[in-house]
């Protein structure tokens, strides 16, 4: 088939940005034709993207150069495609399901909520723009919009709890990008181009561990020890590492949990923090190059962090009572997880790395969106208080029990699969840390265990004496929330049974052949 | 088209006679001469920066024909020009943009000096840029000095005063010392113009009697010059001269005086002593380490603040340290990313005096932040300026403090370890701390203020409400609304702003490579 023009990419961002500001400027008469508007623009989106994906145009869209290694481009490569699959697959579910939470979030003291519709459909832009980056500019670009873009979606309540989150964040995310820039500068001094090519775009020269310079940028006498760059690898693994809460730095998720329950399922369990991963993944595979950082220090130090945050996530999922913070310090470990992958340096590594990118964002975002539903029908925020939960809300808690089955990665769903990956990666790598990693994962799979069937225990069998009149009068939510939960229920099962299709292609992506 | 070589004269007589005549006409001819002025000096550089350009070398032009040594001269290239045009339009905007302010913050009376003093620092700016001979270059550092005391005073209240005198006794010691710098290198050398300087002291032998003194003298130079541009330690005088003055004066303080010295320093640094000398003596890497000094300190000093002017005005300090960082890179790329940056912190610093002074007129003139609540929504205008030049500061990209980022970094990544790495990490810790003060400033301004009211009773009480704010009877009275139709100068001014900001943003390329020209032609 022909190639499709290169102006797709430019229609794929700016749909969902444009129709974002829309909602501020079209006075609506009705709450419901905002939100059929939203759906319709956000599954436009969706379709056009999907289009995108599976008739992808040859070579890149180059927007604007800024000087000659500095441009905006687009293009989508096999990685690219999985994240942007991955959310143009979640959004429209989020938008449906935010149409009724929305309803219970806003009161007189929050912002309106067109605010949140728009800046949630620009969001998407955003995100978009991320996975399509032909180049490590660009993505830092759109990185950096998506920090400003999501501020209004925390910020939302305006309570000083959100407000102090927002900081948080803000400075977390900019900070971070700051270090994240550094590693820019040198791969534009030190690579070829800043241009995403799997294996990397330096010129190594592993005999001498010299790093050399191409002609055109600088002359032979700037030829870099490789150590330096190794170090300057941890700048930009730590830098972009802010927004996947990569411990010390992931007191801002947590935080964040003050946001509307959209915005932390598909943003801080998806968009956002699964944007620091794909960096780190552009970054270690497609601008340093494994070959230059693999069995160094480079790879040790952010190794040994990982494994310590997937301890430490759990750890503190279980110790946490507030039922949405317990979910973002599970993202915090499950992120981790994807870092491990990444950091393990080799294809299958990779491959546990993408497909739990994939599988966690489901996984996370059914039971973000069952906590979220449990707010809106009961208002309430704790675990100890769903005792019996279970029985009025039932097709709520089977979508949350399956999710936390599936996190913890039980054999016939999803999670399985992606946990299967990672270890076989690491044993395969021969890695000394990377065997400790694997015990890691067993350990955060009890804790897993222990942390998300605490609920489900307490909502299907309260304890003795428990006064089951007192949760009677809850019910269901009504279809808007209940149509994600099925298809997300649908979609774990699936790739848990038939994983094959799905790690071919991972397989191919990770050996760049797709 | 050799009438355009009298141009850089002309503008620099232009102002001064303006000021002579402004003393003595009443307050609106003086304001439509200031005016005037500025529109004819940015005409004027724009001519003589289109002929340098297409010349391709810098001109000597002897004032009133009486050689050297005797007479003076006035030397410009693309730089000189390009920058002289680039002040005027600085200057202008500044102007324009607190020129609704200018009835509360100066006495009826006293406009008239106003005007008087802007058209003299106008012309000590433009001396500074083009002059070739360094007793000139003393001279009109003074006038700057007394011109901008008088800036800082002519708004009568205690502080300014306070503030006036503190910049005058600091300014002066700086200039006490430039004046001794170039007397000793008068000694050594027996010349005052730049040129022959450079000659003479090619000649003095590496072993000789005079490599010592001529050190000093050249410290002593640059020392007075940090002073005078505030690097820190040097810095206390200018939160409150920045801080209390009037609004226009705070944007062309922080924005034009403070870069005119600079731009001599970059000019002694190229004309006097040959750039090559400089940077192998261990001058530039005092500067380097006083520059990083200052990029953290400066911030940290704002972050503490609780005002929204002198937060800005602290911002400057840590801007100036950014700008010495890249003389003390020591090469030539340093040097332009420095220029460039003090075109872009000058862009956007005056952006933000101008936009602050209209959130602060939606919050019953308060400056402190628990006021400023929701005055984004009261003067949107203003809260977009504010919002472009925090992301500009922090450098978000597209916009110009982006570009001034990436350049340092650019740099900092091809120099020895020794500094290469002290380099990025401060910048990396800079910007964060450049992002915890603007952001909090933004999301304060963007926060609606009667939905704070609920949530405000139980976090922080009583203590921070505005007084004027609760009337006689304790009804909430609610703050002004200023719309874009109220205020048509001061919104344009803002957009104007925020089109130069994108403009250095997104042209940087054509930009960098006229730096690049203009300091080839320079030395």
């Keep these: 088939m022909v190639g499709l023009s290169n102006l797709w990419y430019l229609a794929l961002i700016l749909l969902p940005i444009i129709g974002g500001i829309g909602v501020f400027l079209i006075p609506f008469k009705k709450r419901s034709l905002m939100c059929i508007y939203v759906e319709v623009i956000t599954v436009l989106t969706s379709l056009l993207s999907f289009f995108i994906l599976f008739n992808r145009p040859e070579g890149q869209y180059k927007l604007v150069t800024f000087v000659e290694k500095f441009s905006i481009a687009f293009a989508f490569d096999g990685m690219g495609t999985i994240f942007a699959g991955l959310i143009s697959f979640l959004w429209p579910l989020a938008s449906l399901y935010a149409f009724e939470y929305m309803k219970h979030e806003v009161s007189e003291h929050s912002c309106k909520e067109t605010t949140f519709f728009g800046f949630y459909t620009m969001t998407f832009g955003v995100t978009l723009g991320i996975a399509s980056a032909a180049n490590l500019l660009t993505m830092y670009i759109f990185y950096e919009m998506l920090t400003l873009v999501t501020v209004p979606l925390i910020i939302f309540s305006l309570s000083r709890e959100a407000t102090l989150a927002t900081r948080t964040y803000l400075y977390y995310s900019l900070g971070g990008a700051a270090f994240g820039f550094v590693a820019l500068i040198f791969l534009s001094n030190f690579g070829v181009n800043l241009d995403f090519s799997l294996g990397g775009v330096l010129n190594f020269d592993a005999v001498s561990d010299i790093v050399k310079v191409p002609s055109t940028t600088l002359d032979a006498s700037h030829d870099l020890p490789a150590n330096v760059l190794r170090l300057i690898y941890l700048f930009g693994f730590f830098g972009f590492g802010v927004k996947t809460a990569v411990w010390p730095l992931s007191s801002w998720l947590p935080k964040a949990g003050v946001a509307p329950t959209p915005v932390t399922a598909l943003l801080h369990a998806v968009a956002v923090v699964k944007s620091g991963a794909f960096a780190i993944l552009r970054i270690t595979y497609f601008s340093f190059g494994t070959d230059v950082l693999k069995g160094t220090f480079a790879q040790f130090v952010p190794m040994a962090i990982v494994i310590f945050t997937i301890v430490y996530g759990c750890s503190q999922a279980v110790r946490e009572r507030h039922f949405k913070r317990r979910l973002a310090y599970s993202t915090v470990s499950n992120l981790s997880y994807i870092l491990f992958g990444a950091l393990i340096m080799s294809p299958i590594g990779m491959i546990g790395a993408l497909s739990h990118m994939l599988f966690h964002g489901v996984m996370k975002i059914c039971s973000f969106f069952c906590a979220g539903a449990v707010i809106t029908r009961t208002g309430k925020e704790y675990v100890y208080e769903l005792d019996g939960l279970g029985k009025t809300m039932p097709k709520t808690f089977a979508a949350f029990t399956i999710s936390s089955f599936a996190l913890m990665g039980v054999p016939g769903l999803c999670g399985f699969i992606s946990k299967f990956n990672l270890a076989r990666g690491a044993v395969e790598s021969g890695n000394v840390l990377a065997y400790i990693g694997v015990g890691a994962l067993l350990v955060s799979a009890l804790l897993t265990a222990i942390y998300m069937l605490q609920v489900v225990i307490r909502a299907y069998f309260p304890e003795k004496g428990f006064n089951v009149a007192s949760v009677e009068r809850y019910s269901d939510p009504g279809w808007q929330m209940l149509v994600p939960f099925g298809i997300f229920i649908i979609t774990m099962v699936y790739f848990g049974l038939f994983s094959d299709g799905i790690v071919e292609l991972l397989n191919k992506v990770a050996m760049g052949l797709f | ?523």
């Excluded at chain 2, 006490?176 to 300087?197: A, P, Q, V």
């Design chain 2, 1 to 523: 088209m050799e009438f355009v070589r009298n141009f850089p004269a002309i503008s620099i007589l232009a102002c001064m006679f303006a000021a002579i005549i402004s003393s003595g006409l009443p307050r609106k001819v003086g304001r439509v001469v200031n005016y005037s002025l500025i529109v004819l000096v940015g005409i004027l550089s724009l001519t003589t920066f289109i002929y340098t350009l297409n010349l391709g070398e810098s001109v000597v032009y002897v004032m009133g024909m009486f050689p050297a040594p005797w007479g003076n001269e006035i030397r410009f290239g693309v730089l000189e020009s390009g920058m002289a045009l680039f002040f005027s339009i600085i200057m202008a905007l500044s102007m324009w943009g607190g020129r609704h302010k200018m009835k509360d913050e100066v006495a009826t009376d006293k406009e008239f000096l106003y005007y008087v003093l802007v058209d003299l620092l106008f012309s000590s700016l433009l001396a500074l840029i083009y002059t070739n001979d360094l007793f000139t270059a003393y001279v009109f550092v003074e006038i700057n000095t007394i011109a901008a005391c008088g800036l800082i005073m002519i708004r009568q209240n205690g502080r300014t005063i306070e503030a006036a005198v503190r910049y005058m006794v600091m300014s002066l010691l700086g200039s006490g010392l430039l004046l001794l710098g170039i007397m000793m290198t008068y000694d050594i050398t027996g010349h005052l113009l730049m040129s022959n300087i450079k000659e003479a002291i090619a000649t003095i032998p590496p072993t000789g009697g005079y490599v010592e003194p001529l050190l000093i003298a050249i410290t002593l130079m640059v020392i007075g010059l940090c002073i005078k541009s505030a690097l820190f330690p040097f810095h206390s005088w200018l939160p409150d001269a920045y801080g209390y003055s009037t609004v226009s004066s705070a944007a062309i303080l922080s924005s034009l005086v403070s870069k005119g010295y600079i731009f001599l320093l970059i000019k002694i640094f190229y004309r006097v002593i040959g750039f090559d000398t400089i940077a192998n003596s261990k001058i530039l890497n005092v500067l380097f380490i006083f520059g990083l000094i200052a990029m953290i300190s400066g911030s940290l000093s704002a972050i503490k603040e609780n005002d929204i002017r002198r937060m800005i005005a602290f911002s400057s300090v840590a801007q100036i340290g950014y700008i010495y960082m890249g003389f003390g890179m020591g090469n030539e790329f340093g040097m332009i990313a420095s220029i460039f940056h003090i075109l872009s912190h000058a862009a956007t610093k005056s952006m933000l005096f101008i936009s602050a002074i209209g959130l602060t007129d939606v919050s019953h003139g308060s400056r402190k932040f628990i006021d400023l609540t929701g005055s984004a929504h009261r003067n949107k205008v203003a809260g977009v300026g504010f919002l472009v030049g925090s992301l500009s500061m922090v450098g978000f990209p597209l916009f110009s403090g982006f570009i001034s980022k990436l350049q340092f970094m650019d740099v900092a990544s091809a120099l020895s370890y020794s500094k290469m790495l002290p380099a990025l990490i401060v910048l990396g810790i800079s910007t964060i701390l450049n992002a915890i003060y603007f952001m909090k400033t933004v999301l304060r301004i963007y926060t609606p203020l009667e939905k704070m009211g609920a949530n405000r009773a139980q976090a922080d009480v009583a203590t921070n409400t505005v007084a004027s704010r609760v009337g006689i009877n304790g009804v909430v009275v609610e703050p002004d609304f200023i719309l874009f139709k109220n205020e048509k100068i001061y919104g344009i001014v803002i957009i104007l702003f925020i089109a130069l900001n994108v403009a250095l943003g997104v042209c940087s390329n054509s930009i960098i490579a006229w730096i690049k020209t203009g300091l080839e032609m320079f030395s």
